[in-house]
């Protein structure tokens, strides 16, 4: 996945923090460049898609940011993978331009910070590093 092409002031972004069980979303714009937790989804399958299409009818966001995760030497392993399908499938379901960030401890921050909702919390911790790396 690539940077997000065109992203001037003012645009929304959702990030997610993928997992088998639970997806942790965060928004955030490119003005402010800081994001906030927003939820935690619990659906699986198609109902999964179809809670992540209510929240971009609600938010309309010019791009989303997925973290990949990797072990701590930067191998890959199978959420790895499983991370990168999802945000295909999420370029693919909803035309919009997907980036993926590392999100190597991100988890573990959000319960270090006292999250209350760790996977949201890592979703915007995820958005935080998206806005660091991506200069405007």
Avoid at 6 to 22: E, P, Q, V
Avoid at 92 to 104: H, Q, S
């Amino acid at each position: 996945m690539s940077q997000a092409p065109g992203l001037h002031a003012h645009h929304t972004l959702l990030a997610f923090d993928f997992g088998l069980k639970r997806v942790g979303v965060a928004t955030g714009n490119t003005l402010l460049r800081a994001a906030q937790p927003l939820t935690t989804l619990q659906e699986q399958g198609e109902a999964r898609f179809a809670a992540i299409a209510a929240l971009i009818r609600e938010w309309a966001p010019a791009a989303l940011v997925v973290g990949v995760p990797f072990h701590p030497d930067g191998a890959e392993h199978d959420n790895t993978r499983r991370a990168r399908r999802f945000a295909r499938q999420l370029g693919g379901r909803f035309a919009l331009p997907v980036t993926c960030v590392d999100e190597r401890y991100t988890t573990t921050e959000a319960h270090a910070l006292g999250a209350r909702d760790a996977d949201a919390a890592a979703a915007a911790i995820i958005l935080d590093q998206y806005f660091r790396e991506h200069a405007p």
